[in-house]
């Protein structure tokens, strides 16, 4: 079989099987693309994890675009990046088109009015979960109160304050405590 | 005009969209609510829960969502509205792919070197202060309505807010569940 195809059908796969964001992925592209295709190894599949964890972007486009290259070069990085891409896409393009006529409906509405602060929650819980694998204590504590502060009060741009984060990190690396990693 | 305002738009939130999704999330709000106007806050969050409930990663989802709505928002068609959604995950994607290729390419070598450990060292606990920025957004009267204005929606909203970060925080209820049994109580307690 093609392995532009191929990948890009294992790909798709992925992406149409898993709930709950790319975190739910690992599993999946493990036993695809590890275990049965067996197109990275092991180790190169944890170095990748590494990786496409501290790079911007969403982290299942990162690792897909990652093993696509690594099979067949830039084209095979599209193929795999437009797998894990079009089966979500395509989904959730079809709830908007629908969605858009039915929000004004009573029943709809009073259902969102529900949901909304639920969706708050959802967002609040891996808040606490990413800040003990940041290893957040009370010594750097202030880092995430200042940027949250900073975006929710002043609306200052996080664009801004990625800019800001990487160069003080940089810097601090760099001057203040080379020998921490 | 709007197509690339759009593009320029979810390119940059995919090239500086670091802690993926939810990481994300307090970028997109703080482009295409507060600045670009696309969305209404209470849109936003509906997105944000349509995307948890259906498949693939939650940065795509919200990409083709927001493309989608804020064309058809500014009153254009729903052939443009899909080629709006279309060019929103496009450019959301296309930072991804070149960063990644170089990376395998040739800077592979350079990730585990001490300047750019630092970077990420410092990235982290910023992008924790994103993620409490996007929540923190989120906690308003569109979403919660005000003790003044509806005690009734408030009181149970609040509620709602509660029991779910109970529910997956601690019971460790699934949180697509959790979504379901909350819209089952604004139908019967919200309509």
């Known amino acids: 079989m093609n392995i532009y195809w191929d990948s890009f059908k294992t790909f798709f796969k992925i992406g149409i ?77 079809a709830i908007a088109i629908f969605f858009s006529q039915f929000k004004d409906n009573p029943y709809v509405a009073a259902i969102f009015r529900g949901i909304r602060p639920a969706v708050v929650a959802l967002i609040a819980v891996p808040t606490f979960r990413m800040a003990q694998r940041a290893k957040i204590g009370w010594t750097n504590c202030w880092i995430p109160v200042v940027c949250a502060l900073a975006i929710w009060l002043l609306g200052v741009s996080p664009i801004y304050i990625i800019l800001i984060a990487a160069l003080a990190g940089y810097l601090y690396g760099m001057f203040i405590k080379p020998t921490e990693s | 005009m709007i197509f690339l305002s759009l593009f320029y738009t979810f390119f940059m939130i995919g090239l500086f ?83 990644m290729i ?26 924790v ?10 906690c308003n009267k569109e979403n919660f309505s005000t003790p003044m204005e509806n005690p009734w929606q408030f009181f149970i909203s609040c509620a709602l807010l509660a029991a779910t970060a109970f529910g997956t925080g601690y019971l460790k209820i699934n949180p697509i569940r959790m979504i379901c049994y909350a819209g089952f109580a604004g139908l019967l307690l919200l309509y």
């Open chain 1, 17 to 93: 099987f898993t709930l709950g964001g790319g975190y739910a992925m690992i599993p999946l592209i493990e036993e695809e693309v590890v275990n049965k295709k067996q197109w990275v190894s092991k180790d190169e599949m944890l170095d990748l994890i590494a990786i496409a964890q501290s790079c911007p972007g969403v982290f299942a486009i990162n690792i897909a675009t990652f093993i696509g290259y690594k099979l067949k070069k830039t084209r095979g990085a599209i193929a795999t990046t437009v797998g894990t891409a079009l089966p979500s896409s395509l989904i959730i393009l």
């Open chain 2, 17 to 99: 969209g670091f802690g993926g999704g939810y990481g994300m999330l307090s970028l997109i709000q703080h482009e295409t609510v507060e600045t670009h106007h696309w969305l209404s806050t209470a849109e936003f969050t509906d997105i944000v829960a349509i995307s948890q409930m259906t498949p693939g990663p939650i940065g795509i989802n919200s990409a083709t969502y927001c493309g989608y709505t804020a064309i058809h928002n500014a009153g254009y068609g729903h052939l443009m509205a899909v080629l709006g959604s279309a060019t929103a995950t496009f450019a959301l994607v296309l930072p991804s792919l070149v960063l």
């Open chain 2, 102 to 127: 170089l990376i395998s390419r040739m800077f592979i070598k350079y990730m585990n070197t001490q300047p750019v450990r630092s970077i990420f060292a410092g990235l982290r606990p910023a992008v």
């Open chain 2, 129 to 138: 202060g994103l993620l409490a920025a996007a929540t923190l957004l989120l």
